[in-house]
């Protein structure tokens, strides 16, 4: 507790979404991110669109290590999904060596969110299984390519009814390649969900 008060006096936060210092996420961001609709897509739900703050604030957290920026953009974003009762809540999982070079899983932080707003369980049902290139690298085909078959799900996806959870939707290709994997593991039922979402 002294540290991080401390910590704050000597670099106090900064606004992830305009770069202001005194918040992770100032009350301007805050009401823009706010005011944005919630996307309409086939398939997923999503909680924003990927609009300017939002991208800002996905990436402060995603390579910059904001993890309380990402956390309360979630809890912001988990007030406008609505989650499948009785769902377990999984996240789309990195490789191993993105997540040591990273430190952490964006994709877990939102999930974790979701679960505890919506008061539900939080459980790790996928591996991903080898590692793959970066999918905002590659077009849609090359995505699709990319991630198939890269998804192991556990043996506790059977029966279940899952709330797959990721960071950012653009194509689909990821979140399709790990929900045929849970289906594949039996799970009973599997819906998308994400922060944001490239319209």
């Known amino acids: 507790m002294f540290m991080a008060a ?7 936060p900064r606004c992830a979404g305009c770069d202001r210092p005194g918040r992770v996420l100032c009350e ?17 739900r999503a909680a924003f669109p990927f609009s300017s703050e939002v991208r800002r604030v996905l990436h402060c957290g995603k390579f910059r290590d904001c993890r309380s920026a990402l956390r309360t953009l979630a809890w912001m974003g988990a007030a406008r999904l ?19 070079e990273r430190g952490y899983n964006q994709a877990q932080v939102v999930a974790q ?3 505890d707003f919506h008061r539900l369980r939080d459980a790790a049902l ?16 090359a995505r699709r390519a ?12 059977l029966g279940a ?10 194509t689909g290709a990821t979140v399709a390649a790990a929900r045929q994997a849970l289906l594949g593991a039996g799970a009973a039922r599997v ?5 944001a979402a490239v319209l």
């Open 6 to 12: 401390l910590l704050d006096v000597l670099a106090p």
């Open 28 to 44: 301007t961001c805050v009401e823009a991110i706010d005011a944005t609709p919630t996307p309409l897509i086939s398939g997923a």
């Open 82 to 100: 609505q989650a499948p009762p009785g769902s377990l809540v999984t996240a789309v999982p990195l490789s191993r060596r993105r997540a040591a």
């Open 113 to 115: 969110a979701l679960a």
């Open 126 to 141: 996928l591996t991903r299984n080898r590692h793959t290139q970066p999918q905002s690298a590659l077009d849609r085909s």
């Open 146 to 157: 990319n991630v198939a078959g890269a998804f192991t799900a556990s043996s506790a996806s």
């Open 161 to 170: 009814t899952v709330w797959l959870v990721d960071d950012v939707l653009t």
């Open 191 to 195: 819906e998308v969900a994400a922060l």
